[in-house]
């Protein structure tokens, strides 16, 4: 499977643990919106079960650090001092518009900062395609109108037939 593929699929995949997702392939029609998405992994993983816990844990796994390297394949390897293999973590950019948006009050990813697409070294939030929500939960990402708010506007741009 190829990197954009597993990109598109893991935060399916992970679903149940990871959060609220809304992906779409990439020709099709060209949008990733990620809602407190484990995109680097999740500490709190290791209480889980199954392949999808164990592919989670730990946050931030480098090569050989988690279960069959989902990871690592699709973020490379990020240390507290910036990235040490690279990896392509908005594959398509330009032709997918793509939005992560995390919370700093979720108690269910951890760290939050995992939510983060982009990143430069750990817990790196600044790429224009992280949006912060703050003072919502994990769950709470699923009814707080500001997120609505957010996704609706990030589909509506790219959407020119129904503004």
């Known amino acids: 499977m190829t990197r954009t593929g597993l990109r598109v699929l893991l935060p399916l995949l992970l679903l149940a643990l990871a959060g609220p997702v809304l992906a779409a392939a990439p020709a099709n029609?060209?949008?990733?919106?990620?809602?407190?998405?484990?995109?680097?992994g999740n500490d709190w993983a290791f209480?889980?079960?199954?392949?999808?816990?164990?592919?989670?844990?730990?946050?931030?796994?480098?090569?050989?650090q988690s279960k069959n390297d989902v990871q690592f394949e699709?973020?490379?390897?990020?240390?507290?001092?910036?990235?040490?293999?690279?990896?392509?973590?908005?594959?398509?950019?330009?032709?997918?518009?793509?939005?992560?948006?995390?919370?700093?009050?979720?108690?269910?990813?951890?760290?939050s900062q995992s939510e983060c697409l982009n990143?430069?070294?750990?817990?790196?939030?600044?790429?224009?395609?992280?949006?912060?929500?703050d003072g919502v939960?994990?769950?709470?990402?699923?009814?707080d109108g500001n997120v609505f708010k957010l996704v609706s506007a990030h589909l509506r741009a790219r959407n020119r037939s129904h503004p």
């Open 137 to 143: 939960s994990h769950n709470g990402m699923l009814t």
């Open 47 to 64: 209480i889980g079960v199954g392949d999808g816990a164990a592919e989670m844990y730990p946050a931030y796994a480098c090569q050989g």
């Open 74 to 111: 699709l973020n490379g390897c990020l240390t507290d001092s910036g990235r040490s293999v690279a990896a392509d973590e908005t594959p398509h950019a330009g032709a997918v518009a793509w939005l992560a948006l995390r919370t700093s009050s979720d108690s269910v990813i951890s760290p």
């Open 119 to 133: 990143q430069a070294k750990k817990d790196d939030c600044s790429d224009a395609v992280n949006t912060s929500v």
């Open 29 to 40: 029609p060209g949008l990733s919106v990620t809602v407190a998405g484990a995109n680097h």
